[in-house]
């Protein structure tokens, strides 16, 4: 299994409070992706970054942001959460860049915001 | 823009029986696709990928693709289930024009009955 970590795990918080996401990689990766999961929605790319300090938004980015000062540390901030933002969130990486090149993903975070 | 539709949210079949997971992409250029899998509590892990080699792509676990241009499809088949397969599977495209981004279905839940 590719090296990613994600943490917390589980996070349980209230509407307006800022959360960090934090993803941790030991495969020295230069690509690094957030998603969100929702029922009949699949996964949704929020962020991505393709170095340390070079990010992109995504599909679903609005409410988000990222920040990338080391190779192996992505994490994924909601500045003021929302009931809209309760998901599961998952970390990827890859390699290279490429379409055939395949994404690894971390084990995810549930996030439920009250 | 690219997209994925997975036909069938849920799907079900007995142990030992025919598994066909069925996935139509919409791409203007040579797509790149995926299935991938999620057991329960867990991320996301490759089952397989086409890349324009062959059209017929063996995955892990006894599964299988195979791409069809003309059909825009690459359905996901298995021979025989096995109550280890019930888990959730995820089809997804990418192209070079994105670098590598993965556009996923929203996913087909397989259930395997005893």
């Known amino acids: 299994d590719a090296g990613i970590t994600q943490s917390p795990r589980h996070k349980v918080t209230e509407t307006g409070t800022p959360v960090t996401l934090r993803c941790h990689q030991t495969e020295n990766h230069r690509y690094m992706y957030w998603y969100r999961q929702d029922p009949g929605h699949g996964l949704r790319l929020i962020h991505y970054s393709y170095g340390v300090k070079d990010t992109d938004k995504g599909e679903v980015s609005d409410g988000y942001s990222v920040s990338r000062s080391k190779t192996e540390d992505f994490l994924l901030t909601l500045e003021s959460a929302t009931s809209s933002q309760t998901s599961v969130y998952f970390c990827?990486?890859?390699?290279?860049?490429?379409?055939?090149?395949?994404?690894?993903f971390g084990p995810g975070t549930r996030l439920t915001v009250l | 823009a690219q997209s994925v539709t997975q036909l069938g949210s849920h799907v079900s079949v007995s142990e030992g029986a025919l598994v066909l997971l069925r996935c139509n992409y919409s791409?203007?250029?040579?797509?790149?696709l995926f299935w991938y899998v999620q057991y329960p509590n867990q991320g996301l892990q490759l089952l397989l990928k086409?890349?324009?080699?062959?059209?017929l792509v063996k995955g892990i676990n006894g599964f299988e693709a195979e791409f069809k241009k003309s059909e825009t499809s690459f359905h996901l088949t298995k021979p025989s289930a096995h109550m280890s397969d019930a888990a959730e599977y995820f089809c997804?495209?990418?192209?070079?024009?994105?670098?590598?981004?993965?556009?996923f279905g929203q996913g087909t839940e397989l259930s395997v009955k005893p």
């Open positions: 997804a495209v990418s192209d070079q024009n994105q670098g590598g981004k993965l556009i």
């Open positions: 791409s203007s250029v040579p797509p790149y």
């Open positions: 990827a990486i890859s390699p290279q860049r490429g379409a055939h090149n395949e994404q690894f």
């Open positions: 086409y890349t324009s080699a062959a059209t």
